[in-house]
């Protein structure tokens, strides 16, 4: 149990360096953020880097988000997403990781993002997998980016 809690400990850690860097536009939510290691989206590995996440510009439908590279040159990819809320009382972006199975080598993989300056935010949809567990799970650390 104690190496457990130790590895835990050790992953929020590791969790809360990820995302040094982040800001938020109010309209499509845009979120810069650097992963220090590889991290899965659902459908996608995105190795260690710099990522934009934002919404679709579009205001018929709010849960599109679209992951750009650093620079925005180039669309990685588009996801359906269902909208969450959260008590968020530092009103800075965040991100939620499941590093429950990364004991076993597997990557941590970005199970909600929240936005900046609200409770909003938004769950990523993977096959066969339930958010609602990880929010109450001791085993899912937010990974919040600095300010």
């Given at each position: 149990m104690q190496k457990r809690?130790?590895?835990?400990?050790?992953?929020?850690?590791?969790?809360?360096?990820?995302?040094p860097g982040a800001k938020a536009d109010?309209?499509?939510?845009?979120?810069?953020?650097?992963?220090?290691?590889?991290?899965?989206i659902p459908g996608w590995v995105l190795p260690a880097g710099t990522y934009v996440f934002k919404l679709?510009?579009?205001?018929?439908?709010?849960?599109?988000v679209q992951v750009?590279?650093?620079?925005?040159?180039?669309?990685?990819?588009?996801?359906?997403?269902?909208?969450?809320?959260y008590p968020n009382p530092s009103g800075h972006s965040?991100?939620?990781?499941?590093?429950?199975?990364t004991d076993e080598?597997?990557?941590p993989a970005v199970v909600s993002w929240f936005f900046a300056g609200s409770d909003e935010g938004?769950?990523?949809i993977y096959p066969g997998y339930s958010t609602t567990r990880m929010i109450e799970s001791p085993e899912s650390f937010p990974s919040q980016p600095q300010q």
């Open positions: 809690n130790i590895a835990l400990v050790a992953a929020l850690l590791l969790l809360l360096s990820l995302s109010d309209w499509n939510k845009k979120t810069v953020v650097t992963f220090d290691q590889d991290v899965d679709l510009n579009t205001s018929s439908n709010r849960f599109i750009w590279d650093q620079d925005e040159m180039h669309l990685i990819t588009t996801l359906m997403t269902v909208g969450h809320s965040y991100f939620l990781l499941d590093v429950s199975q080598g597997y990557r938004r769950d990523f």
